[in-house]
């Protein structure tokens, strides 16, 4: 059993929907089929993969069911995080019941085989450029969706062990962990307290924008950035 992520897979296969990526430059060029490719390469139908937000481009749930289905035929179980652009996202027990091997995450934490699957969409963090207020509003119902999962993934350890066992988590996000300077945050906070060991991200596309996300070890908690330009459309194996 393994467990692999991606971010950002914005995919557009509904006739309605006229996003191409390609225009964005030469690694998303046939990025779906690259993705496809080494999906089916590597995962089995026993490994789980990580989706950390932006899936779809549909701005509403039918627009974005031809993605789905697409993301439903590959190998594997897949864990769906919300990304700032998945507009669709509406109902999460209506949509946990559209497909058998995708689940949709929000305040909650799913157990995959010894590891509990955390985390929330994020946001901006402050100190980035032009943070308002309205951004501080987003970023703490945010943090506190993210303590939610936590905490879920805390009373599920519990239950299962009676009180004495610690939660085994991996963390996602769909934001970046930190502001552009990479200085903490509360979502950096809680990992650590947690004891997380790793946390995957997107959001951040262009080889140019990449330095700006947090990458590598931060207070013993490993930050991975798998947008899928970052990691040229290849699963990054957390597990």
Avoid at 44 to 60: E, P, Q
Avoid at 144 to 150: A, D, E, K
Wanted: charge should be negative; proline fraction near 4%.
């Amino acid at each position: 059993m393994s467990i692999y992520a991606i971010g950002d897979l914005h995919l557009s296969f509904d006739p309605t929907v006229d996003k191409p990526m390609d225009v964005f430059g030469p690694g998303w060029t046939d990025h779906e089929d690259r993705i496809r490719e080494n999906w089916i390469e590597n995962v089995r139908d026993n490994d789980t993969v990580i989706i950390a937000g932006d899936v779809s481009w549909g701005l509403k749930l039918q627009q974005a069911a031809a993605d789905f289905e697409w993301i439903d035929s590959l190998p594997g179980k897949k864990l769906i995080f919300k990304g700032n652009h998945d507009l669709w996202w509406n109902g999460i027990n209506r949509m946990n019941g559209m497909y058998d091997s995708i689940t949709f995450v929000q305040n909650k934490a799913v157990y995959v085989e010894g590891w509990y699957i955390c985390g929330s969409r994020g946001w901006a963090c402050p100190g980035d450029p032009g943070f308002t207020e309205e951004d501080e509003k987003i970023y703490n119902r945010e943090v506190l969706r993210l303590r939610m999962s936590i905490d879920d993934a805390i009373a599920q350890e519990r239950e299962i062990n009676c009180g004495a066992g610690i939660p085994r988590i991996l963390g996602v996000l769909h934001y970046p962990p930190t502001n552009d300077k990479l200085q903490p945050s509360d979502f950096t906070k809680i990992f650590a307290e947690a004891g997380a060991s790793k946390v995957v991200y997107g959001h951040l596309h262009g080889r140019e924008n990449f330095h700006k996300g947090l990458q590598g070890n931060f207070n013993g908690v490993e930050y991975i950035l798998a947008s899928v330009d970052k990691v040229d459309c290849r699963l990054v194996k957390l597990v």
